[in-house]
């Protein structure tokens, strides 16, 4: 994929970052996306500048002919870039369909600058939620006895499973994991070389995708 | 006696169990009408023992009060994910259709689910209006594209089908087409079209 | 007109638009269109596909597919009519015609661009000149102003003149009249017999070898062609023997991956498909049957074994004690017999050839290897893909057997064929059946010029008849056999009909030539086509393959009558 983009291709005004890395972190955000329980921060700004170099490719390959074999192959290099741009959105709009009120919730515990949800996607939520409230209220919660009427109550059960399992590869090293022991066993430390592969919990080491020193697989 | 409570409920799930199953059954107004009934009744019974605790002199009335509540949180509980797991099939049913559900889908419904799906409709295509702003349609690209034009299989007699370059194909049950594939994905996704792999 | 060039006459005109592909119901057709699929498949040549059984269908399917298309590609279909007139189509559509059936029309031999056909008209086809058949009108003019002349009495005063000019113009009528007799019998010289030329599918692949795409899946497919050919007796055994010489070439040809630069031989994985040029025996199905069986349903040992007699019975049981093979293991399916009989029975069986009267059965053939399991002959292809084709019921229309048949080609897709092997042998099994019960009862009529013999509606396995190519087998299986009974009968053709629809009441005719002319040339189609003229019976010649017809079931001893009055 590397080849699609050209040297020249930088994104923002701010922020130099070639395109080849943008799609890199854009792959790497959805690959840790699809297999972790939780919704991870939005990457929203890279998907924004992703899609406009998208457009400008496209403008520039009706320039080409035809039967140039390159049209081709940069249609097909497009249309996997879309794909894992739409991949990554709709995975997390299943999670955010499945346990609006908890995510919403957490996303007001968080400070402004780091957001979990993007813009479009924290109206989203909340509409979302608004309607699903709505539509119990109309369907059950109307005709139930006045003590059962609640609806928030119901959603505090909808929530992601923190203790799943996944698989992850250490980027670099860590040292002092803590794996919580239960009633059994004590509390263990466990140190993640680079490069080594492991599979745990995903409590543990969720803050570890955040920085970045992590990679789910 | 309790072990009759809440098995009404159990009716009303049991169709959404096989989670396999695609399609929406005929929404059961009948059984979610004798949930509520059984609930109220239950209910009832409930004020009338508290209001009555007087005349409970071992205590015994204490726990079918408890049992009773429980056996309410429990209907409460499973009517909600009821409704919730149908408005999630309606869900998929918007991914899959898109905005407009085909009659034999739509038989099925009660009237605020059909509200439901129009305002989710609505909900959805702002959010995707919104995203990188022009808008990105989430309902393509669903799967990894292998290549730009697929061999497809039309499995009914859907009609013709104009193509973006105004070209006009007949898609008639049994003929086999070369098209693009970002073009006809709707109609794979819809099942009007079969992919044929080789 | 002729294309010869197919690359830069057909393949870079349609490179860039969509194409129109409409596909005859037999085998050669679909491999045609499985080699034509894959190229454009690589060359992402935009196409529509569509199946189709006879002239009204193809009609019907173009009127229906015809916007905004360009290019209509028809494969073994539309050759032996004249598709301008049929079709009526706009003036910048372009047909381009691959059709193995012959004669090829006249009016798309000399169309001038709208009609292109893909090769060289071959040398056998005796194409008459352009100017023996098509002749501007002209003549026609003079002719009417001529006759107006002609019929009022030349008067005295006026006549020299007029006596002069008609004299000039009744020379002129008779020169055109000459020439309309001499058209016509160019033209019923040229139609008179209905044969086949080269098959379409070793067209494709002379089409893909020549843009390098050629490769061991689009061969087989020419090769299923050519053998569909030779087992239905659309060619005779020496075409057989070329064609297959021709295809012999391009198997070393493939199967040698020779790295140039190290001049060492590359060796493909072992599980790569490979195709063998082998003699195979022409006992149909062997490999996936018992022995028994296959002798016994197999055309060729049948007739000559005579198995339907109980004295043939005694015979075959002559010939397996005599290869050495006890009865029950040749009872048992091929592939659970004992290694050693399994290995040595293509040798014996070659051996006792000559002694049972067997010396044509062996034969050139081809075998495709892939994987570690999967062996098959290209004749039990061509068996399981006609079982597949033909076997339509309730639940499965002409139309899904066809994509099913298509399908069977796939190596994927192995279980298909397998099932197509299985039906195959109910085929072979109801059609000898059929034989035996015809000849016991000697159903096989005389009807003067020709033998016929009719199923009934109604009769046992008849539904498995109405199907031109089970029917064709049938027929041909049976002439075989009835000559063997009946020597007298060497030189007279045969005419199978079976109940087709017996709700509309029609059936199917076939008609096959006698046994005495090795050549398949037939001429049936043009009998059928007076016949039905004379007795104004309610035929449908709606078949490409002209000895094939559809007829009421109530006109047809008329129908018969009248073709004997024709043919004697």
């Known amino acids: ?217 | ?198 | 007109m002729y294309i010869d060039n197919i690359v830069e006459g057909f393949y870079n005109v349609v490179h860039d638009s969509r194409v129109l592909l409409f596909v005859n119901y037999d085998i050669d057709a679909i491999c045609s269109a499985r080699i034509l699929q894959y190229l454009f498949r690589c060359d992402t040549i935009s196409y529509t596909l569509v199946p189709i059984s006879g002239i009204q269908e193809l009609r019907l399917a173009y009127e229906e597919n015809c916007e905004e298309v360009k290019y209509v590609v028809l494969v073994n279909c539309g050759g032996t009519i004249d598709i301008v007139e049929l079709l009526e189509p706009n003036e910048d559509v372009v047909f381009f015609l691959i059709d193995s059936h012959r004669p090829t029309d006249l009016c798309n031999v000399f169309s001038s661009s709208q009609v292109r056909i893909i090769g060289k008209p071959e040398a056998e086809e005796n194409i008459p000149e352009f100017d023996d058949v098509f002749r501007e009108d002209s003549e026609d003019e003079e002719d009417k102003s001529d006759n107006s002349g002609g019929e009022s009495d030349p008067e005295e005063n006026r006549a020299a003149k007029r006596m002069r000019l008609s004299e000039e113009a009744i020379l002129k009528r008779r020169e055109h009249r000459l020439w309309t007799e001499k058209r016509d019998r160019f033209v019923f010289n040229y139609t008179q017999f209905s044969y086949f030329g080269k098959a379409s599918a070793v067209r494709m692949f002379e089409l893909a070898l020549n843009l390098s795409k050629d490769n061991v899946d689009l061969l087989w497919c020419a090769i299923i062609g050519v053998t569909e050919q030779y087992l239905l007796g659309k060619i005779e055994k020496q075409q057989y023997i070329l064609d297959t010489g021709v295809l012999q070439g391009h198997v070393s040809k493939l199967s040698h991956n020779v790295d140039e630069e190290t001049a060492e031989a590359v060796a493909t994985p072992v599980t790569a498909p490979r195709i063998s040029f082998i003699k195979d025996l022409q006992l149909a199905l062997y490999r996936h049957w018992t022995v028994e069986a296959s002798l016994r349903h197999s055309m060729y040992s049948a007739c000559k074994l005579k198995l339907w007699s109980l004295k043939g019975e005694r015979k075959l049981h002559e010939l397996l004690v005599d290869m050495g093979l006890p009865l029950a293991q040749s009872r048992q399916k091929f592939c659970a017999m004992d290694m050693v009989l399994r290995k040595e029975f293509h040798s014996m069986i070659e051996k006792l050839a000559e002694k049972y009267n067997l010396d044509q059965l062996v034969f050139t053939s081809f075998i495709l290897q892939h994987g570690f399991r999967n062996k098959f002959c290209a004749s039990d292809v061509v068996y399981s893909m006609l079982a597949l084709l033909e076997s339509t019921s309730r639940d499965r229309s002409s139309k899904d057997c066809f994509l099913e048949a298509m399908d069977a080609l796939s190596r994927s897709k192995k279980n298909l064929l397998e099932d197509g092997i299985e039906k195959a042998k109910l085929m072979l099994t109801s059609i000898f059946k059929m034989v035996q019960g015809a000849l016991d009862m000697q159903m096989v009529v005389s009807g003067g010029p020709f033998l016929y013999f009719v199923i009934q509606e109604g009769a046992l396995n008849a539904r498995h008849f109405s199907h031109p190519h089970t029917l064709i087998l049938l027929a041909q299986f049976l002439l075989q056999a009835h000559v063997m009974v009946k020597k007298k009968s060497l030189n007279l053709p045969l005419i199978a009909s079976a109940p087709l629809n017996v709700e509309d009441g029609t059936c199917l005719v076939v008609g096959i030539p006698p046994v005495i002319e090795d050549s398949p040339r037939n001429f049936f189609g043009k009998a059928f086509e007076q016949a039905a003229e004379k007795t104004n019976a309610r035929a449908q010649l709606d078949y490409f393959d002209s000895s094939i017809m559809k007829l009421k079931t109530e006109d047809r001893s008329k129908f018969f009558d009248a073709l004997a009055a024709l043919l004697s």
């Open chain 2, 1 to 198: 006696m309790p072990l009759t409570l809440t098995q009404r409920c159990c009716h009303l799930l049991a169709p959404l169990i096989p989670f396999t199953v695609v399609f929406i059954h005929l929404s059961d107004d009948d059984g979610v009408r004798q949930v509520f009934e059984e609930m109220r009744g239950l209910y009832d019974q409930n004020v009338a023992a508290a209001n009555d605790s007087t005349a409970d002199p071992d205590g015994t009335a204490i726990s079918s009060i408890a049992i009773r509540h429980a056996a309410l949180e429990r209907n409460k509980r499973c009517l909600m994910a009821y409704v919730f797991n149908r408005s999630k099939k309606l869900r998929n049913m918007r991914w899959q259709f898109g905005s407009i559900l085909p009659p034999e889908i739509k038989a099925n419904l009660c009237e605020p689910e059909i509200q439901w799906f129009n305002s989710y409709s609505k909900c959805l295509a702002r959010y995707m209006k919104s995203i990188g702003g022009q808008g990105l349609n989430l309902a393509q690209d669903v799967k990894p594209p292998k290549s730009l034009y697929v061999e497809v299989r039309s499995l009914i007699d859907y009609g013709k089908f104009e193509l973006d370059n105004g070209e006009v194909v007949l898609l008639k049950k049994h003929s086999t087409h070369l098209m693009s594939r970002a073009q006809c994905e709707p109609l794979i996704i819809q099942g009007v079209l079969e992919q044929i792999n080789h």
């Open chain 1, 1 to 217: 994929m590397e080849d699609t983009f050209g040297e020249d291709d930088y994104f923002g005004e701010d922020e130099h970052i070639p395109a080849h890395e943008v799609l890199q972190t854009l792959e790497d955000a959805w690959l840790n996306e699809k297999f972790c329980p939780d919704l991870l921060p939005s990457q929203d700004s890279y998907v924004e500048a992703m899609m406009e170099q998208i457009q400008q490719m496209e403008d520039n390959l009706t320039k080409l002919k035809k039967t140039d074999f390159r049209v081709e192959v940069h249609h097909m290099e497009l249309a996997r870039i879309r794909y894992i741009i739409t991949s990554y959105l709709r995975t997390r709009i299943e999670k955010i369909e499945q346990n609006t009120a908890f995510i919403l919730e957490q996303e007001t515990t968080r400070s402004p600058e780091n957001p979990h949800l993007s813009e479009g996607e924290l109206n989203y939520a909340r509409e979302f939620l608004a309607l699903q409230e709505n539509h119990q209220k109309q369907l059950v919660l109307k005709h139930v006895p006045p003590p059962f009427q609640d609806f928030m109550s119901t959603q505090q059960s909808l929530v992601p499973n923190l203790r799943s399992h996944i698989f992850l590869r250490a980027k670099k090293d860590v040292n002092g994991v803590v794996i919580e022991g239960d009633r059994d066993t004590r509390d263990e430390e466990v140190d993640l070389e680079e490069n080594s592969q492991h599979i745990m919990q995903y409590k543990p080491i969720a803050n570890l995708i955040h920085d970045g020193s992590v990679q789910l697989i």
